[in-house]
């Protein structure tokens, strides 16, 4: 099992940054993959990245060239950064990682961008 605490999200104008984190409650250098996914109202959760344990990493279009995920083993934290925000990115941002054949979430964090 695996816990996941996201944190970061807030209230950002259009143009802005915001860094996401995500800290599990295990080393995740045995963590296969870990990712962002967010959800908007009435859209369906959407993959926003991922990134595997050896650091090969996968973007959604919508977010290529303006997000950036990375992994800090040492501190068993995933980061998102976030720039050049658009209002359509607004959402409940998640934290998810497949361990074990399992994939696990984290609460999520809300993430508001206005225009």
């Known amino acids: 099992q695996v816990q996941l605490v996201e944190s970061g999200g807030g209230l950002v104008q259009a143009g802005g940054s915001l860094r996401l984190s995500c800290a599990a409650s295990r080393s995740i250098f045995s963590i296969n993959a870990m990712g962002w996914y967010r959800q908007a109202p009435g859209k369906q959760r959407e993959l926003v990245t991922d990134?595997?344990?050896?650091?090969?990493?996968n973007y959604a279009d919508s977010v290529k060239g303006r997000f950036t995920i990375s992994r800090d083993n040492r501190k068993n934290t995933v980061y998102l950064q976030m720039n050049s925000l658009k209002s359509e990115d607004t959402a409940v941002y998640y934290c998810?990682?497949?361990?074990?054949?399992?994939?696990?979430w984290g609460q999520g964090t809300q993430v508001t961008v206005s225009s």
């Open positions: 998810t990682a497949s361990f074990m054949g399992n994939q696990h």
């Open positions: 990134i595997t344990s050896s650091g090969r990493t």
